[in-house]
Nanobody, 116 residues
Framework: QAQLVESGGGLVQPGGSLRLSCTASGFIFGSGIMSWYRQAPEKERELVATIDATGRRTNYADSARGRFTISRDNAKRTVSLQMNSLRAEDTAVYYC?????????WGQGTQVTVSS
């Protein structure tokens, strides 16, 4: 059974940085398309960034492009999201997600709060 565990969330001031990590188990990590999603209070969950199985292709939401960087280490079974120049509107619970074919799984989420 696929399991994803996020870490690295917290409170940061506007303009600051955070690095989220997601550690995976229970599936062939090198076959999974990994993504980060986020959900702000009273808003729908939205895609932030995606990285393909090889790590060569990435895709970002317009709100994340140029500020966030997704990466993966297949040997360590981790996917990370480096977030720079954080804004108040980045405040949300961030979720790690995997898709392999039609199978998907979610992590439990980690809270990111951007506030002075």
């Amino acid at each position: 059974q696929a399991q994803l565990v996020e870490s690295g969330g917290g409170l940061v001031q506007p303009g600051g940085s955070l690095r989220l990590s997601c550690t995976a188990s229970g599936f062939i990590f090198g076959s999974g398309i990994m993504s980060w999603y986020r959900q702000a209070p009273e808003k729908e969950r939205e895609l932030v960034a995606t990285i393909d199985a090889t790590g060569r292709r990435t895709n970002y939401a317009d709100s994340a492009r140029g500020r966030f960087t997704i990466s993966r280490d297949n040997a360590k079974r981790t996917v990370s999201l480096q977030m720079n120049s954080l804004r108040a509107e980045d405040t949300a619970v961030y979720y790690c997600h995997v898709r392999i074919g039609t199978a998907t799984a979610w992590g439990q989420g980690t809270q990111v709060t951007v506030s002075s």
